[in-house]
């Protein structure tokens, strides 16, 4: 691999090119394990707002295969680049501020990304990786249910050896850009990464419900009137930077093709891109369609945080190279469909094994 820009292409055509849109045996042995304490859904409604038990199973039984998918996708071309692979080589420990985490979807989407890179070795360690996630959001049953899916995660990990383990460093019940005054008093004072998946719909034209959730809720989002929630939402994640890891940081904003002109609204600066791409999926919601669904979203990573800005000697924030070179990989016809020996790890050996 000679640069960036390579490491990048070769991963993500790797993954495409053999047709390896399914989900790993990590993510399926999880779905089937925490399957088991929500009642069976009866239909999909719901299922996009997990709040209490019924919906949050009705969220892992519909979606949560195909938000993996879009996570994994966006986190080929924002974080597979050589700072990122030769970071995740050297540290550690990684930690993770999921916010709106719902029931974990984006950070476990990311440990098994990193238990992918790991197994193919694009990430050497001499020693374990631990990952440790803060988990955010207004809904208590989402926390509680984002803790009991790391606790089950943790242990089927702890079938490939202990190099990678998984934590729960604190959890933040509160309203978004209350996130900032809970990282004050949290013992936990840094993020390395950043994930803000499937939410802008609710925090910004929605945003009043916090009032209702959140006793003297203080977020100046839930109390603004909705058309000057995306700026304030891109003033706390201009203020969220200086928490960001000052040596490596990268965030990700993920959200459904309806609401991605919302993305470059409440991005905290103007040069950074926001990639809309799609995946085709056989079936998301079979109560509800029978037909193939085509799954279109919007994607922007971006690396640093904005408030390092001050820190001297320090890179300007940038977009991501391989956001702007990549971005005509993603076109309309990306095709996931369940191709159950095609996983990611078994085409990434398999081109090794023949080249
Ligand atoms: C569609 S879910 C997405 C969950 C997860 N990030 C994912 O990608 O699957 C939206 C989440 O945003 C949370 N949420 C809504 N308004 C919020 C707010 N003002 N602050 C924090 N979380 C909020 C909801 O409780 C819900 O868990």
Redesign the pocket.
Known sequence: MKNDTINAESLFSIWKKNGAWDISYLISELRSRILKKYPVPDSSENA????DPDSIGK?IVY??PS?IMK?QKALCTTMADKESLDYFSQIGNITVL?????????SFAFVDFILGLLRNAYIKRASPLQITIIF????VN?LQAAEYHTNVLRNILSQYGNWLRISVGDTFR??????INLMNNSHIQTFDLM?????L???LI??H??LELIPDCQ?P??HARPCDRPALLGNFLNNLGKYANPYYSRDLL?QENRYAPLIPICLPSQELKVIRTSMTQKTIRPDYSSETMIVPFAYCGYKYSFSNKAISNYPIPQPLACLENFANCFGENDYYESIPELLLLDAVCRRFAVG
């Open positions: 996009q707002n997990p709040s969220n979606l949560f938000h996570i999921d916010l709106a985490c719902g029931p974990g979807t984006a955010q959001d207004l809904e989402c509160c309203s978004i850009s209350e996130t994930f803000l998946a499937n939410a719909d609710p925090i929605h945003g419900k916090a977020d989002i839930a993920l």
